[in-house]
Structure formats: C-alpha cells, structure tokens
C-alpha cells in the first residue's frame, strides 16, 4: 500500500491534531474500537493534557498524495513533519479527525485540523507499547534547538525562530502523570514516556505540540450577569515566550492582538470597549507576565488611559491589569 502526503493549507491560523487511542482516559478504562476514528477522537479529547481545543479561527483544508508526512502552511511558513504511523492510511471521523492504527494494534495516531497548532498526541496501548516516538521535521525548518523548560524551539536556515514544540507531557488513564522528555538529534524529536518505571493504568496519552503562533488557544466566556460582560482567556504557546524573552515585544503584542480581534472582534465593538480590551493585553505584555495560565480580558472593564502607572505600583502582580 502506498503511504500518502497529508496537507495542511491555511491563511491566518491552522491547527492539525494527531491522536493515539485504545481506551477512555478514565479509572472506568473503557475499551474501544480502534476502527472507529469517533471513539478514538472523543477518548482522547477526555485526556487531562489536551490543550488545543479553541476558538480562535482556523481555516484549512486537508489533501493526501504520495509520501509519509505532514505539510502546514501557516502564513508563509512551512513546516513538514513525519510522526508514528504517518506512513499508514488513516480513517476519518466526523470532525475532520484522521485516525491512524498500527499493524499490532498497539496504538494508534489521530491527525486533525484545529486552530494555531500542530498536535501529535499517542496513546500507550500497554507495558509491551514503545517507549519512544520519532517525528522528523523539514520543510522551513533547519535545526531543532531544547531549552530548559524542556520546549523545543524551531529555526529556519536563517536561524530565525519561525515556532516551537510545547514541553511534553503524559498522563495514564487515572489522570497520573507519566515521566516523559524530549530528545533531539538534528531534525530528529524523539518523546521519551518512561512507562516501564513505574505501575501506571494503561492506556498511556503522551502528545507533541507545535506552534507557529504567538497564542495557542483562546476561548471567550458567556456572559456574566455578576460583573456584566465576557471574559477573553487566552494561552501563550512556546513560540510566544521564546518571541518574548528574545526581545520581540512589539511583534509579540501586535501578532497577539490581529489574533484575538480577528477571532473575537465580534465581542469587542468599537470605543470603549475595544480600548479597554487592547488596554489590557498591552498591560500583560508590558507587565512582563509569562505565567503559564491565562491572559484574561474582560469586556466590563472600563477603558483606563493610565493604565501603564500600575505597573511595578500593584500588588499582587496579577492585580495589575485588573482595574
């Protein structure tokens, strides 16, 4: 059988998932059909670590052809990656979801479209399951670089951070983490889950996550009749704290910003609010906050052109943006 080319094209933001399923990621440890790309999909959605569902927008379309990796187009940038079973012909589910199993049922790997990301999760079927998972990466990218958070940082030939693996991260079907890190060797990521350590409740979910984006999720609340309005929380990716710390506030802010209007400018109309809202992510920004949870903007706030004062003047830090 002829392995097949899978691509991704987008405009502003695209996202591909891939999956390995055997059970719920529960203590219930549901069995489930692995030739049923629904119950694989919904099984991993449940895991504890998922963290690309969103709702920023993603347009893309998805085209097969004649080799075993993944291409994505993100706004120029391109970026081709091989991942287990990629060489294998997938099932698809009803959202866009490809399903890929092994010949041993072992695991099995899910590739879908989502928002400003590339997710290749696996599920660990038992303790005679690989310990290690290849993805080999091309196309734009030229050197894969690790940092000590454990993220993996991806340079074009021009040595230029164009995105970046999220530190890993696994979990049994208890919710327990599982020991895992990343191992690199040229273009080589090699995810390590170290199952034979310990007495863990299979099935096993470990993922890779790349992004070329600045956010790597971003969701808006209903709204709240307590404090009248919405609330805006949106995650950093890795590739936004790398773009960060190396000095490219403006182009950070500016990326983060066209983002969450271009998802979102539906809720921030024009004056005051929007004023209030930008108010608030440049004061994240400035304010140096790269904690790993939220940015959070809420539309009750009023618009405060003196906003930069609090800065250095709030305590605690995360009042600062909270006028």
Known sequence: MQPRRKSIIAGAAVGALAVCGMALPSSDEQVIDLSSPDQVADAVAASPGMRLSSELDAAGSLANSDADEVTVDLDGVSVAFGFPLSDQTPFESADRT????????????????????????????SED?????????????????????????????????????????????????????????????????????????????????????VLLKAFISDYLASNPGRKLSAWLSAYGRAMYSGGDITQFSNEGWSLLVGSFGAYMPAGAVRDSMKQQWKCHVLG?????????LETARPSNPNWMSRIGTVWPVSAVCNW
């Open 98 to 125: 490809l399903v890929f199993t092994s010949e041993d049922a072992n695991y099995a790997s899910v590739l879908a479209i989502q928002d400003t990301a590339v997710q290749v999760t696996t599920v660990i079927a």
């Open 288 to 296: 140096g906050h790269l904690e790993y949870g939220t940015w959070d």
């Open 129 to 213: 399951s690989p310990t290690e998972y290849l993805y080999e990466f091309s196309g734009d990218i030229a050197a894969l670089e690790l940092n000590d958070l454990g993220e993996v940082l991806t340079l074009n030939s021009e040595g230029r951070t164009i995105g970046a693996v999220e530190a890993p991260w696994a979990f049994d079907a208890t919710g327990r983490t599982v020991p895992t890190r990343y191992v690199v060797d040229g273009l080589s990521l090699v995810q390590v889950v170290d199952h034979a350590s310990g007495d863990f409740t299979y099935p096993l979910i470990a993922d890779p996550t790349w992004s070329g984006k």
